[in-house]
């Protein structure tokens, strides 16, 4: 192998090694999946899963909207989440861990179901986070007036709550009575959705070792002009 050719594939060897991503780079690794099966739909962008350890988990699908319960449509929106996922075995993208819940991207059999929750017309894209293809899904919905579309005067989730406060419990007493299950009413602070020892949920779901600590997106500086 004569020295052109040796000193072309270093050449190679060193730029792929370069582009090869570290683990601190790369925005996402399979740790950041929680795998767990589907045991109550709340709403249509909340439910409750259980991991393989028995944990049990609330949670919320990111960047959608769906209409609440009371809502015109609300129901619709809850049965089809619950027609693909429940009883289910599901992957989550994890975005976030609040003190309460688990907020990410759910998949079902390779599918974006926070994508399609929206392409039929069961929810919005979100206001707050939304990234363009989530409000590209959402004109093309309305355009064909899908699902909620029907209704012109369809009113955004977020809008409906600041007059018709929905709490967790509630949703969950509601969920379990559309389903024909009996269950004693508990108040809000004692819901068995959320953590009753005092421990915030995102040690809890590392001390049960579900995910490891999650690290806060680093924010990429722009170049100065």
Not at 123 to 138: C, G, H, K, P, T
Request: hydrophobic share 35%; glycine share 6%.
């Amino acid at each position: 192998m004569n020295r052109y050719v040796k000193k072309v594939l270093t050449i190679i060897a060193v730029s792929s090694a370069m582009m090869v991503p570290t683990a601190d780079a790369r925005p996402w690794t399979r740790q950041n999946y929680l795998t767990c099966q589907v045991t109550l739909v709340l709403s249509g962008n909340y439910f409750m899963c259980q991991t393989r350890k028995g944990n049990e988990y609330l949670i919320k699908m990111a960047d959608i909207e769906a209409p609440e319960i009371g809502q015109y449509y609300g129901k619709e929106s809850r049965n089809y989440l619950k027609s693909i996922i429940s009883g289910k075995k599901i992957s989550i993208k994890v975005r976030d861990v609040t003190s309460k819940y688990v907020v990410g991207e759910l998949y079902f059999q390779r599918q974006n179901i926070n994508r399609e929750m929206i392409r039929q017309g069961y929810a919005w894209a979100d206001r707050n986070n939304s990234s363009s293809i989530y409000l590209r899904i959402e004109r093309d919905a309305h355009s064909y007036g899908f699902g909620l579309w029907e209704d012109v005067d369809a009113v955004y989730p977020a809008d409906y709550r600041e007059e018709n406060p929905v709490n967790i419990t509630t949703l969950k007493q509601t969920a379990l009575k559309l389903d024909g299950i009996k269950t004693k009413v508990l108040p809000a602070e004692t819901s068995p959705a959320f953590d009753d020892d005092g421990i915030d949920l995102r040690e809890q779901i590392t001390l049960n070792g579900d995910l490891p600590p999650l690290r806060p997106k680093e924010k990429t500086a722009r170049p100065q002009q």
